[in-house]
């Protein structure tokens, strides 16, 4: 399977739409249409190729902050970032949601054995909501 750039596909779509028109805007009809053709074609492409298994996928960016620094809390209590997220006296802690997401993710993917079990669980339960 050869893989083609967005330009040769697309001339190629409009090679097989055999388009004769020099208008405008049937010009730019064709090529929507094509793009469109393109899209779903890539979809069908990416459907049909196998799944590589991946780890759990949650949206740590979406998680509300005081659920993770309740987990945090409750489970790693000695990382500064859950203590400190909400003192104005730890200007790099203070509020950074971005340091927080980050630390809460690498720590649950890092966690094993019963803790990781409980921070699946209350992931699961806090995305089902």
Do not use: C, W
Not at 6 to 14: A, G, I, P
Not at 70 to 81: P, R
Not at 102 to 117: I, Y
């Amino acid at each position: 399977m050869t893989v083609l750039t967005k330009t040769e596909s697309l001339d190629k779509v409009l090679a097989e739409m055999n388009m004769r028109s020099k208008k405008k805007r049937a010009r730019k009809k064709f090529i929507k249409q094509a793009i469109q053709q393109l899209a779903t074609e890539n979809e069908t492409a990416v459907a049909e190729t196998p799944l590589v298994e991946t780890k759990a996928a949650y949206a740590y960016d979406k998680l509300p902050v005081g659920f993770m620094i309740k987990i945090g809390k409750q489970h790693f209590s000695e990382e500064a970032i859950f203590r400190f997220y909400y003192n104005q006296n730890h200007p790099e802690e203070y509020k950074n949601k971005e340091l927080l997401t980050e630390r809460f993710q690498t720590l649950v993917e890092a966690a094993s054995g019963s803790t990781k079990t409980s921070l699946i669980e209350a992931l699961d339960q806090q995305t089902s909501k």
